[in-house]
């Protein structure tokens, strides 16, 4: 199941071309492994997210517990960074996260550079995706693997801009929600027993704003990453429909199927799932967030091989999403295509590095 759902993903990405993104300009091979890895000492940068909570729990219990998928690999170091003082899920959480993960036995260090020379390879935690390129890029000199948790970037030039500083240096890197690897979505992506071929999907999540991001990135992200789990990527335009109450962004994909996301009515209660309409049925109540072990075991198995479980430019089509969703809302619903957006974005990036 897994390696038919690795044939389908570089289908998808593959027709990325023919949109005219100029999205492969920043792929790296499925058998590249780029630099190697010495050892599992796991390394994180920025300390004011929850993740880096429930992440060392899973690494390092794993290891202990001797669970292969997490066997040799082990957080031992941390840099918190002074956080982001504009964005207060970063600077009212930075304290408290740093001594939590003090008293788990993760060394605090002082920088950048001293947490490259204790570790092997790096998860990059920071919450604000605006600090992303800057912390990443001494992790790139250094030739060490990175996995960036989301957001990758605070908007699409952002995120070109780390993918090609990923190829310049030769260090192949992913980001991704926990929900691009729900076994549910991967299951259904892959045409499930009774379901069949995606026609359609709907997802849903809460979508709260971040300074500085675009809107959709620092939470509708969840949503929107299993939308393209279950979609794959192809999509052409977005129209957005915003109201005081709801947000409806819906993608035309190239063989004219429709993917929706729905953020959370403002006032309702929050939730995660999905619809998935098949040419053999259809799939309702999608759970499409179950957890982070699913992403954990990517991104160590990334660690340990160099190979990407996903594609850079499945990442940049999802954030193409979300740029051309407010395009349309501040056009007021008007549809955007991706190719625009994408060619303004990397007009952009070209000035970030």
């Avoid at 289908?11 to 590249?32: D, E, P, V």
């Avoid at 997490?70 to 957080?75: H, N, Q």
């Avoid at 990059?124 to 992790?139: Q, T």
């Avoid at 403002?266 to 957890?291: A, M, R």
Wanted: proline share 4%; glycine share 12%.
């Amino acid at each position: 199941m897994e390696k038919k759902y690795q044939r389908r993903e570089f289908i998808r990405t593959s027709a990325l071309t023919g949109l005219g993104l100029g999205l492969s300009a920043t792929a790296f091979s499925a058998n590249q492994s780029g630099n190697v890895a010495k050892g599992g000492r796991i390394g994180m940068i920025g300390l004011d997210t929850s993740h880096v909570v429930a992440f060392t729990n899973t690494i390092n219990g794993g290891n202990e517990k001797g669970d292969p998928n997490f066997a040799g690999y082990k957080v031992v170091a941390a840099y918190p960074t002074k956080g982001s003082a504009d964005m207060s899920a970063s600077i009212d959480r930075l304290a408290g996260f740093t001594e939590k993960l003090d008293s788990m036995g993760v060394e605090i260090v002082n920088s950048i550079d001293e947490l490259l020379e204790k570790t092997d390879v790096i998860l990059l935690e920071s919450v604000d995706g605006r600090r992303h390129l800057k912390e990443v890029l001494p992790v790139f000199k250094a030739g060490k693997r990175v996995f960036i948790d989301k957001p990758v970037s605070h908007n699409l030039a952002g995120a070109i801009a780390i993918f090609e500083a990923s190829k310049k240096y030769n260090v192949p890197t992913f980001s991704c929600s926990t929900t691009r690897f729900t076994p549910a979505t991967v299951e259904l992506a892959n045409g499930k027993e009774g379901v069949g071929k995606v026609l359609s999907a709907t997802t849903f999540c809460p979508a709260g704003l971040a300074p500085g991001h675009l809107e959709m990135a620092f939470y509708g992200i969840h949503g929107i990453e299993a939308l393209f789990t279950l979609m794959g990527n192809g999509c052409k335009e977005v129209t957005r429909i915003s109201t005081s109450v709801a947000d409806t962004v819906i993608g035309t994909w190239e063989d004219g199927r429709l993917g929706i996301f729905n953020a959370t009515p403002k006032g309702g209660k929050g939730g995660f799932g999905g619809t998935v309409y098949g040419d053999q049925g259809i799939e309702e109540k999608v759970p499409i967030l179950v957890g982070y072990d699913p992403m954990l075991v990517k991104v160590i198995e990334y660690f340990r091989t160099g190979q990407l479980p996903l594609q850079p430019e499945s990442t940049l089509e999802v954030f193409a999403f979300m740029e051309a969703a407010d395009e349309s809302k501040s056009k007021g619903g008007k549809p955007v295509s991706m190719e625009s957006v994408m060619q303004k974005a990397q007009k952009a990036a070209a000035k970030m590095i």
